[in-house]
């Protein structure tokens, strides 16, 4: 099984709908992660969590919430969808700190029209 | 502030050539350096780090990655390449005593042809 999964793996949806990205772990870390990636410009981070109590913007949280509902589940919700919100999406996890490696769940693919 | 520059955004190469994929980076504080891989359809997953020590890494599948830091590089590089090579690399850096966010550059697409 694997250790980061996200739901759903595809989506299209209209401009204007409320959206949500679910992403679950076992592998028992602390922190979680979002972020886009879009053709050419790499992976930006979106939001990040350190514990259930501890969420964080990151370079391009606007347009989007979050939600840590527990040390293994991380939500990813926007709002109100618009088109340039149409992205691929990586959920990751991992230990503390800056040394430790990220583990990346297989992405969902927002498509928004 | 820091940030990651690939020189390339995508590499042609034929199949059992050798490859290199450049990445240079810039902070102001000590740093670790990752390579990532992601294959057609999936999740990153981590090809090698360096954290301290000896500049010359091994990771899976035959990668390696020198630190330089000198010249801010961490280039990534394999003696013969095969088709399943064929993916999108990303080399990220977080910094020393940070909270550990990663920053990733644009990533290279290599295409291995036969």
Known sequence: DADVTQTPRNRITKTGKRIMLECSQTKGHDRMYWYRQDPGLGLRLIYYSFDVKDINKGEISDGYSVSRQAQAKFSLSLESAIPNQTALYFCATSEGGGRNEQFFGPGTRLTVL | ?114
């Not at chain 2, 199949?15 to 057609?40: G, H, I, K, M, T």
């Not at chain 2, 020590?53 to 801010?72: H, M, P, Y």
């Open chain 2, 1 to 114: 502030a820091q940030s990651v520059t690939q020189l390339d955004s995508q590499v042609p190469v034929f199949e059992e050539a050798p490859v290199e994929l450049r990445c240079n980076y810039s902070s102001s504080v000590s740093v670790y350096l990752f390579w990532y891989v992601q294959y057609p359809n999936q999740g990153l997953q981590l090809l090698l780090k360096y954290l301290s020590g000896s500049t010359l890494v091994k990771g899976i599948n035959g990668f390696e990655a020198e630190f330089n830091k000198s010249q801010t590089s961490f280039h990534l590089r394999k003696p013969s390449v095969h088709i399943s090579d064929t993916a999108e690399y990303f080399c990220a850096v977080s910094t020393v005593g940070s909270q550990g966010n990663l920053i990733f550059g644009k990533g290279t697409k290599l295409s291995v042809k036969p």
